[in-house]
């Protein structure tokens, strides 16, 4: 982790849904299912990513390690949404005026500023459809924000995709609350799975994203696959 600052995969034609990649949602049988007809290439996941994508794989790879964060001459807030901000702004995006017209945390700005213009990965010209390079990653419950002691904290976390692979695999950028700006992992094909054994070592499949502090709410969910809600292509808007 850690975010303190899904309508994910639906595939109707096989009678499976499996809305945000967690488990308790589906059985075994129909997650056994949904994988036995569905690949990498069925989901899009190698799509050639334009150039505006591009620019922000690029402009990520950049922050990552920052200190500071100052893009032409605006300092934005070392958090999670002040590094995407940053990111969009060095990729020649700049989403601070459209930003500032919405209110409340900035983890639910951004998401408002998608959904407000169809560009969610659940909702949008593709419903359903797997992260891409250069989205804004969304999570759920990443951490204890009411203090409630109960499971209700919607919109508490993001971070900028940057590269998605055949297996599901992705790597995103993102604010760490004690590392800084790093690159972590999520696989929402494997949602379960935190780390695997390959002939190189051990590979972290799914980071963890929900404080350590508040696991003991809902101990089962706590990878970054478990509190994934959404991702938003802010790239294709007209800000």
């Given at each position: 982790m850690i975010g303190g600052c899904a309508s994910g995969l639906n595939l109707?034609?096989?009678?499976?849904?499996?809305?945000?990649?967690?488990?308790?949602?589906?059985?075994?049988t129909e997650v056994a299912s949904w994988r036995s007809h569905t690949n990498a290439a069925a989901l899009g996941l190698l799509k050639e990513p334009g150039p505006k994508q591009t620019a922000i794989v690029a402009a990520g790879y950049d922050l990552v390690g920052a200190r500071r964060l100052k893009i032409e001459g605006r300092v934005y807030p070392l958090d999670c949404s002040g590094t995407i901000l940053a990111v969009y702004h060095h990729a020649g995006m700049d989403l601070q005026s459209a930003f500032a017209q919405y209110s409340g945390n900035g983890v639910s700005r951004l998401y408002r500023m998608a959904a407000d213009k169809g560009l969610l990965a659940s909702t949008g010209e593709q419903p359903g459809r797997y992260p891409a390079p250069g989205d804004i990653i969304f999570?759920?419950?990443?951490?204890?924000?009411?203090?409630?002691?109960?499971?209700?904290?919607?919109?508490?976390?993001?971070?900028?995709?940057?590269?998605v692979y055949e297996n599901g695999a992705i790597e995103y950028l993102h604010y760490h609350y004690t590392r800084g700006i790093v690159i972590?992992?999520?696989?929402?094909?494997?949602?379960?799975?935190?780390?695997?054994?390959?002939?190189?070592?051990?590979?972290?499949?799914?980071?963890?994203?929900?404080?350590?502090?508040?696991?003991?709410?809902?101990?089962?969910?706590?990878l970054a696959s478990h509190l994934y809600r959404d991702a938003g292509a802010l790239y294709r808007g007209d800000w």
């Open positions: 109707p034609s096989w009678d499976v849904q499996f809305p945000d990649a967690r488990l308790e949602q589906a059985s075994a999570w759920d419950n990443t951490y204890d924000r009411s203090r409630s002691g109960r499971w209700d904290d919607p919109l508490t976390h993001a971070a900028i995709v940057l590269e972590e992992h999520m696989n929402l094909l494997e949602p379960e799975v935190h780390t695997t054994s390959t002939a190189a070592g051990t590979v972290v499949v799914n980071s963890p994203m929900r404080m350590r502090r508040d696991r003991y709410i809902q101990p089962e969910s706590w």
